[in-house]
């Protein structure tokens, strides 16, 4: 009898595709599995074993597969429930859902390209013949086709080989020559080697006893290295001996204190440190949990909200260490795993070696270790810690999901497909494996909140901060009315220095929010009034002061800072605006004594930009840091007690009808980074309306306020919770063509089923690298099936593509646009 195979291909079409296969073949494989086949003229592709069946396709003759690239399945038959769930749910390809869950290295093909790895020092006597023909090949070149490695072994077959030299380190791919891993640097101190006998030591405080500060910082050090084998940071000496970075400075020039450095590796475990134990709760946190667990007993997803600094995280340990006990997998979902190792070396005190990291900027060596650690459900990996792509491993026995910070945008895949919200694919996970779902946030999103409201999740709440530390003290100050009284220093309102310098003076550390990078978004000439635009995008380029540049944020066209305005000539140019850059220009010259950092997309480039800018603000080495919404993100900094908001207006304006819910969420959690272990923080919100309804809810606190009211407008307008959305872009490099193809769909979309169908319009920016969008957006009441929706619009797709002229114009969904 023959035998067949349904294979998913990792492309964007929307079936499945048969492969015959031998007898032999039949009884090895698996669904679930890996198989090499042929596609088209001359392409390989890895595909993964959907179903294996009698039936021979109708349509074509079926091909045989080259071969079988694995054992056992290496996905698992939930995985693939959930995926087909994605694909429907969000408008795409199965194939596309697998090409973005599955690391890189398990997908070869004829058009994956191989180079050698220049960090590796290998023994050529480990690799087999075949092997090392590929080895050599790469001396000599430096990339390789895979269809080029075929000619080289003589053979078609060649996925195993690159599989076998990817494992052996040997080879990398070309899409993931990351940089490599480098771990971050702690100052430490000890007693210079000449003062470590007793003797000594008495000797020299004797020296000291003219210069008690710098005495008593000996002698802090002194007790605390008795204390504690532990390395003792140079913060922690300056903190407990009462002290200053110069004094302890002096004495490291005067070669009294060494100072040294370790690499302290913040993801992996370097599992010297003992386990710690859990905190034990508060009675807050304690009546949260209970709470938590009686949802749960009803089998219910569960909102957790607890305001910033409540102690959310030690909740979810619970919760974590009793899934661990029953011997079950926990996933961690967060929104930007750059932003949190600080929360990682938390978790690791407590599980030590039994947390994997999940990231998609991690090598493809990593990746697939931990995809195979959570195959196997190994104990290295019960709980996984990563952002949205984590939701794809191969969980056996998950028993607990947390999506921290659930709010965040972020969550929602943009580009490509699957455009999915690991938040809702998350619940979706949990519901296939019958697993706990708890969703963490101290400003929860619209949905969820109503989610809770209607009492299709659980819900509980925490409303105090962890040790009864009062919330932060929030004033708006009014900047229309202080520039019209030129009280104003640059952007700076008096009310603002005057808590810098108190804050400075006190030795705390201060946040300054501003909404934008660069140093000042536009540049204008105040003769005729041209503003340079982007050649490939309709946006006007920003001006970046450390470059002295003009840029496009869409393309990254950029062009050196003219002289003279190209349009009339006139060499008076005025910079608009004000971004990141411009504040800490001003925040230098206003307070010069300070030291200033800035975080934003420009300063934090590459995969450890990041960490450089928190570990120096952890170590007080930065008294003032200037930062984008990037600073929002979980952060907490013992020291911080004012966060200033340059200007809250910019974030009310834009033209998003969540545009309000995201202000108080952003100013919210950037509020939060105040005053989080003693003091009560101090938040100054510059804005030109004072009495807009949003500032005055962040500033009261009154979430529930914001939610009546947001909730409100979202059912006047139709939109989310009580409307699904659907966005439905067009791309086309040719203006008329597109629109055309957008006013054709529209209109059949009009015309074939009763909800709401906008546009089709321009977005605010209508031309990137190129190509002209338009958008239609499509609301879908909660009362109308979404999914008879969603056929009705691939229907509608199907006559749109079989128009010659619209063929060409890209059409691209996005279910639940946020
Ligand atoms: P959230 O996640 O709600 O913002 P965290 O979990 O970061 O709050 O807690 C804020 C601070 O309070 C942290 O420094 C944490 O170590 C401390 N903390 C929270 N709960 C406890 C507890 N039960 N015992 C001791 N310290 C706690
Ligand atoms: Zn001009
Ligand atoms: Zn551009």
Same mark, same amino acid.
């Given at each position: 009898m023959a035998n067949f195979i349904n294979v998913i291909l990792p492309i964007p079409l929307e079936r499945l595709f048969t492969y015959s296969i031998t007898e032999e073949e039949a009884k090895l494989l698996q669904t679930g599995m890996r198989v090499a086949v042929p596609f088209g003229k001359s392409k390989i592709y890895t595909g993964i074993v959907y179903s294996i069946h009698q039936t021979p396709p109708q349509a074509y003759e079926a091909k045989e597969i080259h071969e079988l690239l694995d054992d056992y399945p290496i996905v698992t038959q939930v995985q693939l429930k959930h995926w087909e769930w994605i694909a429907s749910y969000y408008m795409c390809s199965l194939?596309?859902?697998?090409?973005?869950?599955?690391?890189?290295? %398990? $997908?070869? =093909? #004829?058009?994956?390209?191989? +180079?050698?790895?220049?960090?590796?020092?290998?023994?050529?006597?480990?690799?087999?013949? *075949?092997?090392?023909?590929? %080895?050599?090949? @790469?001396? /000599?070149?430096?990339? @390789?086709?895979?269809?080029e490695v075929a000619a080289i072994v003589e053979r078609k077959n060649v996925l195993p080989i690159l599989q076998r030299l990817l494992e052996k380190k040997v080879i990398l791919l070309k899409e993931e020559v990351y940089e490599q891993y480098k771990p971050k640097l702690v100052r430490y101190v000890k007693l210079g080697s000449p003062y470590t006998s007793d003797e000594k030591l008495e000797e020299l405080l004797n020296e000291l006893t003219r210069a008690p500060k710098q005495s008593q910082v000996v002698l802090t050090l002194f007790q605390l290295q008795g204390r504690t084998k532990k390395p003792i940071k140079v913060s922690e000496l300056e903190k407990s001996s009462n002290s200053s970075k110069a004094v302890i400075k002096s004495l490291v020039d005067k070669q009294i204190l060494e100072e040294y450095y370790i690499k302290t590796d913040r993801v992996s475990y370097d599992g010297n440190s003992e386990n710690l134990d859990s905190k034990d709760l508060n009675e !807050?946190?304690? /009546?949260? $949990?209970? *709470? &938590?667990?009686? #949802? %749960?007993?009803?089998?219910?997803?569960? @909102? $957790?909200?607890?305001?910033?600094?409540?102690?959310?995280?030690?909740v979810y340990v619970k919760l974590i260490e009793e899934c661990m006990e029953k011997g079950l997998q926990t996933l961690y979902l967060l929104p930007e795993i750059a932003l949190t190792t600080q929360l990682i070396s938390r978790l690791q005190e407590y599980f030590g070696d039994k947390i994997a990291i999940y990231h998609s900027k991690y090598n493809v060596q990593e990746r697939v270790e931990v995809w195979q650690n959570v195959l196997q459900a190994k104990s290295k990996a019960q709980l996984v810690i990563g952002a949205r792509s984590a939701l794809y491993l191969p969980f056996s026995k998950l028993g607990l999901v947390i999506v921290d910070e659930e709010h965040e945008s972020s969550f929602k895949q943009f580009d490509p497909a699957p455009r999915y919200h690991a938040r809702d694919a998350a619940v979706v996970l949990g519901n296939l494996h019958e697993a706990n779902v708890l969703l963490g946030s101290a400003t929860p999103s619209v949905e969820s909140y109503h989610n809770a409201q209607i009492g299709k999740y659980g819900y509980t709440e925490i409303t105090r901060r962890f040790g009864n530390v009062l919330m932060p003290d929030m004033e708006l100050v009014d900047i229309k009315e202080a520039a019209r009284k030129k009280r104003m220093k640059g952007h700076f309102s008096e009310r603002l220095l005057l808590e810098m310098e108190d804050t400075l003076l006190a030795g705390d550390q201060i946040i300054l929010f501003q909404n934008r990078r660069g140093f000042a978004p536009l540049l204008e000439c105040l003769t005729c009034g041209h503003t340079p635009q982007c050649p490939n995008c309709d946006v006007s380029l920003t001006y970046h002061q450390f470059r002295n540049q003009l840029r496009c944020h869409y393309c990254g066209h950029h062009s050196a800072l003219p002289e003279v305005c190209i349009a009339c000539g006139s060499p008076e140019l005025d910079t608009k605006g004000f971004g990141t850059e411009q504040i800490e220009t001003e925040v230098s010259s206003l307070f010069p004594e300070a030291k200033v950092g800035r975080?934003?997309?420009?300063?934090?480039?590459?995969? /450890?930009? !990041? =960490?450089?800018? &928190?570990?120096?603000?952890?170590?007080?080495?930065? *008294? &003032? +840091?200037?930062?984008?919404q990037m600073l929002t993100k979980g952060l907490d900094f013992r020291n911080v007690n004012l966060v200033g908001v340059m200007n809250a207006d910019s974030l009310l304006n834009f033209p998003d009808y969540r545009a309000h819910e995201r202000t108080y969420q952003l100013l919210t959690q950037v509020s939060g980074r105040?005053?989080?272990?003693?003091?009560?923080?101090?938040?100054?919100?510059?804005?030109?309306?004072?009495y807009h309804q949003i500032l005055k809810q962040v500033t009261t606190g009154d979430y529930e306020g914001m939610y009546a009211e947001q909730l409100y407008e979202r059912e006047q307008y139709k939109y989310p919770p009580v409307n699904r959305i659907i966005k439905v872009t067009f791309k086309h490099k040719n203006y008329t063509i597109l629109n055309e193809a957008a006013d054709w769909f529209s209109g059949a979309l009009?015309?074939?089923?009763?909800?709401?169908?906008?546009?089709?319009?321009?977005?605010?920016?209508?031309?990137?690298?190129?190509?002209?969008?338009? /958008?239609? +957006? &499509?609301?879908?009441?909660?009362?109308? #099936? @979404?999914?008879?929706?969603?056929?009705?619009?691939?229907?509608?797709?199907?006559? %749109?593509?079989?128009? #010659? $002229?619209?063929?060409s114009v890209r059409v691209i969904y996005n279910v639940d646009h946020i």
């Open positions: 194939g596309e859902v697998v090409r973005s869950a599955l690391p890189g290295a %398990f $997908l070869l =093909e #004829s058009e994956t390209l191989v +180079l050698r790895n220049r960090e590796f020092e290998m023994d050529e006597n480990e690799l087999q013949d *075949d092997e090392f023909l590929v %080895f050599e090949a @790469l001396q /000599h070149q430096s990339i @390789l086709k895979v269809n !807050y946190q304690k /009546h949260a $949990l209970t *709470d &938590i667990k009686a #949802s %749960f007993a009803q089998a219910k997803v569960t @909102l $957790l909200k607890g305001v910033t600094s409540s102690g959310k995280t030690e975080m934003d997309l420009d300063t934090t480039r590459g995969k /450890h930009g !990041y =960490e450089k800018i &928190i570990t120096a603000f952890e170590q007080q080495e930065l *008294d &003032i +840091l200037v930062g984008t105040a005053g989080r272990t003693k003091k009560r923080g101090k938040v100054i919100i510059q804005t030109y309306n004072p009009r015309t074939n089923f009763g909800g709401t169908v906008l546009g089709p319009e321009y977005p605010p920016v209508a031309r990137i690298r190129n190509q002209y969008l338009k /958008h239609i +957006l &499509i609301k879908v009441s909660t009362v109308q #099936s @979404l999914a008879q929706t969603k056929s009705n619009i691939k229907r509608i797709e199907k006559s %749109f593509n079989a128009i #010659s $002229l619209y063929r």
